[in-house]
């Protein structure tokens, strides 16, 4: 047997989590719906009667219940 433990998301987490994603995913544009989804869907296998998507859900490390990260600023040179 392994010694390997696996330790389950809590609900509460998950669904705001979910809720938060599906917010981002609805009012992001295209290019960012996409990226956003391949961060995270790692296979997807389609068959004459089913899909079938393998993915990771990233979750914040326990104990944590919001992971704030600073966002490199954006500077556009040249052009327009």
Request: hydrophobic share 40%; proline share 5%; aromatic share 4%.
């Amino acid at each position: 047997m392994s010694d390997r433990k696996v330790e389950l998301a809590d609900l509460s987490m998950v669904k705001d989590y979910v809720s938060d994603l599906r917010h981002t995913l609805n009012e992001s544009p295209l290019s960012e719906r996409r990226a956003i989804i391949s961060s995270f869907v790692e296979d997807i296998i389609v068959t004459k009667k089913e899909v079938q998507l393998n993915y990771t859900a990233p979750l914040l490390p326990k104990g944590l219940t919001e992971e704030k990260m600073g966002v490199l600023p954006i500077v556009h040179y040249g052009g327009r």
